[in-house]
Nanobody, 118 residues
Framework: QVQLVASGGGSVQAGDSLRISCTAS????????MAWFRQAPGKEREFVAA????????SYADSMKGQFTISRDNAKNTVYLQMNSLKPEDTAVYFC???????????WGQGTQVTVSS
């Protein structure tokens, strides 16, 4: 069973940057792709970005391009989400997920809270 642990969330001011992390207990064929999702209060969970371990292919939600950057450190089994120019509407619980291909995620982390104050 692959375990994903998200960390690095916190409370920041609008305009600040924050990097959150997701560490996988292992990298296997079941977690070829890793992704970040977020869920704001009262809203549905939405896709943020995804990356593959092997070649680092990335995919972003259109609304996140340019503001968020996903990256990975294979040696640490860790995926990062760098978030810049944060706005109050970026406030959400951010979840990491892993799956065999982009778009299909079987494993989910517990989420990390990001709160942006104006």
């Amino acid at each position: 069973q692959v375990q994903l642990v998200a960390s690095g969330g916190g409370s920041v001011q609008a305009g600040d940057s924050l990097r959150i992390s997701c560490t996988a207990s292992e990298r296997t064929s079941r977690t070829v792709a890793m992704a970040w999702f977020r869920q704001a209060p009262g809203k549905e969970r939405e896709f943020v970005a995804a990356i593959t371990w092997s070649r680092g292919f990335t995919s972003y939600a259109d609304s996140m391009k340019g503001q968020f950057t996903i990256s990975r450190d294979n040696a640490k089994n860790t995926v990062y989400l760098q978030m810049n120019s944060l706005k109050p509407e970026d406030t959400a619980v951010y979840f990491c997920a892993g799956g065999t291909i982009m778009g299909e995620y079987e494993y989910w982390g517990q989420g990390t809270q990001v709160t942006v104050s104006s």
